[in-house]
């Protein structure tokens, strides 16, 4: 699986018209879910290994267009993930007191401890995104964060953390046919709103700031990955496969035991 070629090299310039959003590999789709069944399963052996090392953090960022595939991505890839190591944290609307504040302020908290994995779904880049498409703060003001988010991403970085990022990317009538659903299916009402529509106006512009993200802030220790994302299973898979690339480079192991216990017998 050849995942490097859906990183964002640090220096090249991303053109999203270019990432085709149903690339699939050139696998087949039952080969491709039995791949991803033994990623995950490797996900949880890893994760599980993480957790008991203690010595390090894992963070993931998802990204995505409204109907993106943020929560299945999350219900996928970590299925078979001991809940116990793991947090996730959606970051909606702020609230009054987080706005008040600076926007990094709501995010540090949620940063993974020693031994997490930490999950965002949706994260600190909102602030150049929907923040951007609908000038909520000036160009002056946002501008400035690709920086900051850069410098801070690379402080949790030096204080142990390992950092990924996977921007969803799917195809204007993929994003259509979603919200047609949400529409339909009674199942799915509760996941749209009519302000989708509306958002869904703003198409290329959510477009051209998804690029300058993924251009301005993919750096070596912090990669942004484009993630063809019109199928669910490729998109599973290959976001499973960087997580379990990024752990097994990380060298973890079990805490030596407590000494003298070899030969203990217990009563
Ligand atoms: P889905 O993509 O599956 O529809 P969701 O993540 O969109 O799920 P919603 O509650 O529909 O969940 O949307 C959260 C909303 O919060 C989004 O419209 C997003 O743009 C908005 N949001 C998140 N962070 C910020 C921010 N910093 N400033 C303004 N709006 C934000
Ligand atoms: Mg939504």
């Given amino acids: 699986m050849d995942t490097d070629r859906y990183r964002v090299k640090p220096g090249s310039k991303v053109g999203l018209a270019a990432w085709d959003p149903a690339d699939d590999g050139g696998l087949d789709k039952v080969d491709g879910q039995a791949q991803?069944?033994?990623?995950?399963?490797?996900?949880?052996?890893?994760?599980?290994?993480?957790?008991?090392?203690?010595?390090?953090?894992?963070?993931?960022?998802?990204?995505?267009?409204?109907?993106?595939?943020?929560?299945?991505?999350?219900?996928?890839?970590?299925?078979?993930?001991?809940?116990?190591?793991?947090?996730?944290t959606s970051f909606k609307r702020p609230t009054d007191v987080e706005v008040a504040h600076d926007y990094l302020w709501r995010v540090h908290q949620h940063v993974p401890r020693s031994g997490i994995l930490s999950i965002f779904n949706r994260s600190h880049y909102e602030d150049v995104l929907v923040v951007r498409v609908h000038g909520l703060v000036p160009k002056a003001q946002w501008s400035k964060r690709y920086g900051h988010i850069k410098a801070f991403e690379q402080m949790l970085i030096d204080e142990g953390t390992t950092v990924?990022?996977?921007?969803?990317?799917?195809?204007?009538?993929?994003?259509?046919?979603?919200?047609?659903?949400?529409?339909?299916?009674?199942?799915?009402?509760?996941?749209?709103?009519?302000?989708?529509?509306?958002?869904?106006?703003?198409?290329?512009?959510?477009?051209?700031?998804?690029?300058?993200?993924?251009?301005?802030?993919s750096t070596a220790a912090s990669p942004w990955y484009v993630i063809p994302a019109n199928r669910n299973w490729y998109r599973n898979l290959l976001v499973t496969t960087v997580l379990n690339e990024a752990l097994r480079g990380l060298g973890l192991r079990y805490p030596p035991p407590e000494e003298g216990i070899a030969g203990l017998v217990v009563n």
């Fill in 164 to 217: 990924r990022k996977f921007l969803l990317h799917i195809s204007k009538e993929e994003q259509r046919v979603r919200q047609q659903e949400r529409i339909d299916d009674p199942s799915k009402n509760w996941k749209f709103a009519k302000a989708d529509l509306e958002e869904r106006k703003h198409w290329d512009a959510y477009q051209a700031a998804f690029e300058d993200m993924v251009t301005k802030t």
């Fill in 36 to 88: 991803l069944e033994k990623e995950r399963f490797e996900l949880a052996r890893l994760q599980e290994l993480l957790y008991a090392d203690g010595r390090h953090k894992l963070l993931v960022v998802l990204q995505a267009i409204d109907a993106g595939g943020k929560d299945g991505t999350i219900r996928s890839v970590f299925e078979r993930v001991n809940p116990q190591g793991v947090e996730v």
